[in-house]
């Protein structure tokens, strides 16, 4: 729904009642505008009191949003549309409150050969997520099992609403984690729990994950993709060019050694010295307001 259209509804029923428009430009915070495309497996909006968060919903909800190939595509295509939106400062993946993702479309991979994924390099468009520049948070309630597990850990944020369950269960049926279980999740939660998860299948709790590391923070379903918003909006707030080289300073971090990570964190720290945004940021805390940043 557009903000103009909220925004005149509003004046009619509330008239010159101050109060009541208060409370309703409030709700206006998370009213959404359509990005522009029609997707079939995704809803894409932007959402937030400046329009600055992209969010994308996996909407399968009879496949309790298993991801398939198409709909991986579209979300793909979404991720591109979002990171080339200069007006989008940060994104949000979610589902909706039974499943994030169940898993990877069993029935669409069930008759595969071995020839044909290595040939078609199987589920490789996937990392889209993962490469996008700009930060992903993923919101994650009811199922995150298998290929929705790491999906969320594809974003670099995980929130969780309380009923919230994560596993890899690809075990049970014959084959192993092919979009980064074994590889991302020892990385965020040690080897010891996730050999756990993966070598037994068995799924853990939003309350578990949170104790583990895998999931910064856990909210009650309803109120999860608000508060996703929420932290976008307050990312979004801050310079896209340097949160965009803080991001990639702190995923080096899993790809190097501490001593050439910590040659990469200083000499992108240098970097920013070239920036218009470091210039001002500094300016504006020495003169004590609010930063106006350029993303130059």
Known sequence: MALIKITATATRLFGAHTGGISTFTTLLKYASTNAGQHYEYIIAEKKGEKGNVGVITLNRPKALNALCNALMTEVGDAVDKFENDESIGALIITGNEKAFAAGADIKEMQNNTYA?????????HWTRVAECRKPIIAAVNGYALGGGCELAMMCDIIYAGEKAKFGQ????????PGAGGTQRLPRYIGKSKAM???????????????????????????????EAIKLAEKISSHSQLIVSLCKESLNTAYETTLQEGLHFEKRTFHGTFATNDRKEGMTAFVEKRAPKFTNS
Do not use: R, W, Y
């Open 169 to 176: 269960p690809e075990i049970n049926i014959g084959t192993i």
């Open 116 to 124: 044909q994924t290595i040939k078609g390099n199987f589920l490789n």
């Open 196 to 226: 756990e998860m993966v070598l037994t299948g068995l799924p853990i709790t939003a309350q578990e994950a949170e104790k583990a590391g895998l999931v910064s923070k856990v909210f009650p379903a309803d109120k999860l993709v608000e």
